[in-house]
């Protein structure tokens, strides 16, 4: 017997519906890349999304066909998030910080038809449009008296040219909520990029739990910050859980060092901001310099990469604010676990209370985690075994894009590439990452692409590329090489071999040359040796 209730598809159309109807004063406030603060709500951000919705209709584009967007966080990224979406479209977040081959790489494989971005990535844009075979309109996210003469872009048009000739009314269409809704490239495995590919379905239920109490704890009476960027995960989620709870949205636009941060902080009266310790390192900074406070901000969340327990000091014990310490992946929405107390916790003293909150925290309802030993068999939850630690749930990726029915699952568990334990409490620390990535300043580097280069030199017979714990980017790679016989290299001949192969912030901070690089029985190289070998190394001071 099937239940009674209404049959109603879980789309992202609801969420500005919702928004617009029951919170249409809620504002939407932005730092522009104009230079300007820009404020918007929730009314117009429907309107506007409408316009993009008809503006889509007019180019044509089909049902699920990929918008791509170069852009910061901002309102008219948030008007593409709905309008694209909502009309059945599929938007493609691209990430401006990697090299411009690798975005014609992945613009070409997503197969985008347009795409809408900022004018800080007009070289960008110059640079890769001819290379982009499948981007049929480029359109400038300004108005048309910012438009540049001679781009060089063919078809080039303003945002509000091209949304500005359509009606503010649009019928949003209703469909299979399974239907894709949002795509996000992740490079964080080695190999070429590769694509996840959220649903409405996902992408509602993970706006859902994400806003819950023990999870960030989104209201109507808040004011957000994502400072996480639109084009990583969907800022988290976090579009999609303020349209749900109506909360007022502040985004930073470009401007992400501390100052800039602070006083959109104070200006806009935000209670709770989002983004990775490099953020709230420059920000701490900041205020410690200028020994300035808060008067409104009550909690972050911090994730991406693992939160020094200073930062969570500094913030509570300086400034009164919670951190929540969260984590997640591209391929899981992002959100998997968040790190808020139990009554149990509430009398700890604040040592123990620390370390508590210095675990990536419990998972929330709808993801479920175990972690596993090397064969293959369930741990305990003791907060002592540690093993590779494996996820399932609604908005956890069964297959990438194009992945041709190749499932990444293992006994239908998405395996998270890190390694980490989880108490009986169930809150789970990650103790280690098992994929061969360094994550610096919340940014993938791949070792391998790292290494490629290296051996790609004619004085380099192996190289091998290791994460370096760093003060400001948590991580730096440094590449470790055996010369060929007779060799000259030197660490600058290296390092500049490295410039135009590699976006900028991916090229390795040293070279250590060594006599050999340990290798195991199969003629891998042996990573966690050489970490051991080199434990007294400390990075170059920049
Ligand atoms: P995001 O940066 O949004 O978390 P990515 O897919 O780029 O998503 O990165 C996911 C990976 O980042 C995780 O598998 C883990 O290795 C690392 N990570 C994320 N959050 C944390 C955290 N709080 N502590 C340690 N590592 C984290």
Same mark, same amino acid.
């Given at each position: 017997?099937?239940?009674? #209730? ?6 992202? @159309? ?9 919170? %249409? ?17 929730? /009314?117009?951000?429907?309107?506007? @999304? ?7 209709? =007019? ?13 910061? &966080? ?18 493609? !977040? ?24 900022? *004018? ?13 075979? !499948? ?56 190999? &070429? ?36 960027? #639109? ?63 808060? @008067? ?14 200073? *930062?969570?000091?500094?913030? &509570?014990? $300086? ?34 209370? *620390? ?10 309802? %709808?993801?479920? #985690?175990?972690?596993?030993?090397? &064969? ?30 190749? @499932? ?46 290296? *051996? ?15 003060? /400001? ?15 000259? $290299? !030197? ?19 040293? =070279? ?7 290798? %195991?029985?199969?003629?891998? #190289?042996? /990573? ?15």
């Amino acid at each position: 017997m099937l239940g009674l #209730m209404q049959d109603q598809p879980l789309l992202i @159309s609801t969420l500005i519906e919702f928004s617009q109807r029951h919170h %249409g004063e809620s504002e939407v406030v932005s730092r522009r890349v104009e230079g300007d603060i820009h404020r918007s709500n929730y /009314k117009q951000i429907s309107a506007r @999304s409408k316009q993009v919705a008809n503006a889509l209709d =007019v180019m044509g584009l089909q049902f699920s066909d990929r918008v791509a967007t170069l852009a910061w &966080n901002g309102y008219r990224h948030l008007e593409l998030y709905f309008g694209v979406s909502g009309s059945g479209r599929v938007l493609h !977040t691209l990430n401006p910080r990697l090299h411009p081959d690798q975005i014609v790489w992945i613009a070409n494989h997503a197969e985008d038809q347009v795409l809408c971005f900022d *004018m800080s990535f007009l070289p960008i844009v110059q640079a890769v449009h001819s290379r982009c075979t !499948t981007i049929k309109h480029f359109v400038a996210l300004c108005d048309a008296s910012r438009l540049p003469a001679d781009s060089g872009i063919p078809g080039l048009q303003s945002y509000e040219a091209w949304i500005g000739a359509q009606p503010q009314t649009y019928s949003w269409p209703s469909f299979d909520e399974n239907s894709a809704s949002s795509m996000c490239y992740t490079s964080g495995t080695t190999g &070429n990029p590769k694509a996840a590919l959220y649903s409405h379905r996902s992408t509602l239920l993970h706006a859902l739990a994400g806003a819950l109490p023990d999870s960030l704890n989104m209201s109507a009476r808040d004011s957000v910050l994502p400072v996480v960027p #639109m084009f990583h995960v969907n800022a988290w989620g976090l579009p999609y859980s303020a349209a749900m709870t109506g909360c007022k949205l502040v985004f930073p636009g470009p401007a992400m060092d501390g100052k800039s941060i602070y006083e959109l902080i104070e200006s806009e009266s935000v209670s709770f901001a989002a983004g990775v310790p490099t953020v709230w390192q420059m920000l701490l900074s900041h205020m410690q310099t200028g020994g300035l406070h808060f @008067s409104s901000l009550k909690r972050t969340v911090i994730g991406g990469s693992a939160c020094p327990p200073a *930062m969570i000091t500094a913030f &509570n014990d $300086l400034y009164g604010v919670e951190v929540l310490h969260a984590w997640g992946m591209t391929e899981m929405s992002p959100l998997g676990t968040v790190c808020t107390l139990k009554n149990k916790h509430m009398d700890l003293d604040a040592d123990e209370m *620390m370390k508590v909150r210095l675990k990536q925290g419990r998972g929330l309802y %709808g993801v479920d #985690m175990k972690i596993i030993d090397d &064969n293959g068999a369930e741990l305990p939850w003791d907060g002592k075994a540690y093993g590779d630690l494996l996820v399932k749930g609604p908005w956890v990726i069964k297959e990438y894009f194009k992945g041709e029915g190749a @499932s990444p699952l293992v006994d239908g568990w998405f395996p998270t590439g890190d390694v980490a334990t989880i108490d009986a409490d169930g809150y789970m620390q990650i103790t280690d990452r098992s994929k061969d990535v360094i994550k610096s300043g919340g940014e993938w580097i791949s070792s391998i692409d790292v290494e490629n280069i290296a *051996m790609a030199h004619p004085g380099v017979a192996m190289a091998a590329c290791i994460g370096m714990k760093h003060p /400001k980017w948590d991580e730096r790679p440094v590449v470790v090489v055996v010369k060929r016989p007779d060799s000259e $290299l !030197t660490r600058e001949g290296l390092l500049s071999f490295y410039e135009g192969k590699t976006a900028k912030w991916q090229i390795p901070d040293d =070279v250590i040359f060594v006599d050999a690089i340990p290798l %195991g029985g199969t003629g891998k #190289m042996q /990573k966690a040796k050489l970490r051991e070998i080199l434990s007294d190394y400390r990075l170059p001071v920049a």
